[in-house]
């Protein structure tokens, strides 16, 4: 079975930073994408940034590239997103998922439902 397990998120003042974790476990496939996605409250749930395990493929949405940073370590399936200059905007509840590799692609779309495995979510609050 497929799981996914999200950590990191916190409380940070705008301007600062977190590093979010996601450990993909029982995913059987040499490739795939993982993608992290957020809701805030009373919002859809968008899209942030995407990686491909094999090739390191990634995608970012606007409001967020150039501040965060998605990385990945294949020899411990765990996907990183680094959030720097965080904004109030930012605030939601951020989650992982997995899904085809071919779902992220450099000029996207990132779309939830591409994404088939799905992780709890972990809480970021950007607040002063």
């Known amino acids: 079975q497929v799981r996914l397990v999200e950590s990191g998120g916190g409380l940070v003042q705008p301007g600062g930073s977190l590093r979010l974790s996601c450990v993909v476990s029982g995913y059987s496939l040499d490739d795939y994408a993982i993608g992290w996605f957020r809701q805030a409250p009373g919002k859809e749930r968008e899209g942030v940034s995407c990686i491909t395990r094999k090739y390191g493929t990634t995608y970012y949405r606007d409001s967020v590239r150039g501040r965060f940073t998605i990385s990945r370590d294949n020899a411990k399936n765990t996907v990183f997103l680094q959030l720097d200059t965080l904004k109030l905007e930012d605030t939601a509840l951020y989650y992982c998922?997995?899904?085809?590799?071919?779902?992220?692609?450099?000029?996207?779309?990132?779309?939830?439902?591409?994404?088939?495995?799905w992780g709890q979510g972990t809480q970021v609050t950007v607040s002063s």
């Open positions: 998922a997995t899904g085809g590799e071919w779902y992220c692609k450099r000029d996207g779309p990132l779309r939830t439902w591409d994404y088939d495995w």
